[in-house]
């Protein structure tokens, strides 16, 4: 009923930025609410592990690899989020998932995933 359409990412050298962008997009005339936004990050032959989220009302979470160097926001009336990553480590190479979790008159929480956009961080 919505999809994830996800922007940026890219390669970039240690210590550098980069800004990923999420939006959720409706199906035409569905009716939602979003309870939460979030990335997620995965490297080969390794679990999905959560980045950062927020709740909506509620305060944002992170991993603590990266406290201090990423900062989610969401805008509520746009329904989209932003991750904004600085000072990127060889060790935050990985493809990034946007995630979300929806309210709708068929369900009280439904999860949805992009498809995931790479980031390289290497020099």
């Known amino acids: 009923q919505v999809q994830l359409v996800e922007s940026g990412g890219g390669l970039v050298q240690p210590g550098g930025s980069l800004r990923l962008t999420c939006a959720v997009v409706p199906a035409s005339g569905f009716i939602f609410s979003i309870v939460s936004m979030g990335w997620y990050r995965q490297v080969p032959g390794k679990q999905r592990e959560l980045v950062a989220t927020v709740e909506t009302g509620r305060t944002e979470e992170y991993v603590g690899s990266v406290k201090g160097r990423f900062t989610i926001s969401r805008d509520y009336g746009k329904n989209t989020a932003r991750l904004e990553m600085n000072k990127l480590k060889p060790e935050d190479t990985a493809v990034y998932y946007c995630?979300?979790?929806?309210?709708?008159?068929?369900?009280?929480?439904?999860?949805?995933w992009g498809k995931g956009t790479q980031v390289t961080v290497s020099s």
């Open positions: 995630h979300t979790i929806i309210q709708s008159a068929v369900s009280s929480g439904e999860t949805y």
